[in-house]
């Protein structure tokens, strides 16, 4: 009987509901001093990368559940409100960045690629237009580390990029629609933190 509870107990923490939720509490986790770093003014969100963000994930979670993504898809979803609320807020507190000709050049093509994938019947031709868009947004918040590389924080990049190996593991269904853009965006967030390492003093992480 122990054995079979131990085994039972194995299976279950291995299990893609496991994996969902222990990416939830990462993006929990992620979020949460981020949005107080926001309020208090020490982390500036760049408006533009995160108005994309907040639309692209959500309709990438629709795609994903679409296309079976199962549990690996709700650590999206979960991600794509709490980015609706941060986008908010750098709306809000938008007179505290400069945003340049590139921003708006960047966030100009993004947008204009959001309604391609409604000519497509295909969720996976949606989900690769919409991780393009998602890459470009990065741009704005990489030339804002270059010039201000405490301007964001290391901790909530690295919670993003762990949170989406955990998703990817939770995924029920794996396929372009469900895996390309919590890799992608993973991708991103680790590109992040190497900016932060290059343009910061020897600190630590924060």
Do not use: C
């Amino acid at each position: 009987m122990e054995t079979q509870a131990s085994s039972q107990l194995m299976q279950l923490l291995l299990s893609k509901e496991a994996f969902s939720v222990i990416s939830i509490l990462f993006t929990l986790a992620g979020f949460y001093p981020y949005i107080r770093g926001t309020l208090s003014g020490v982390v500036r969100p760049h408006v533009f990368s995160w108005v994309i963000w907040a639309i692209t994930t959500l309709v990438v979670f629709a795609a994903q559940l679409y296309d079976g993504g199962g549990a690996g898809a709700w650590p999206i979803g979960i991600s794509g409100v709490i980015t609706v609320f941060i986008a908010w807020l750098a709306w809000v507190k938008r007179q505290s960045i400069s945003i340049t000709r590139s921003d708006r050049w960047f966030f100009a093509a993004a947008v204009s690629s959001l309604p391609i994938w409604f000519v497509t019947s295909d969720p996976m031709w949606a989900v690769i237009v919409l991780t393009f868009v998602d890459v470009l947004a990065f741009w704005p918040t990489a030339r804002k580390i270059t010039e201000d590389p405490y301007s964001e924080s290391m901790v909530f990049f690295v919670m993003g990029a762990t949170r989406n190996v955990f998703a990817i593991m939770a995924l029920e269904h794996y396929s372009i629609t469900t895996a390309l853009f919590p890799a992608a965006i993973g991708s991103g967030a680790v590109l992040m933190i190497l900016l932060m390492l290059a343009y910061r003093p020897k600190r630590s992480l924060g």
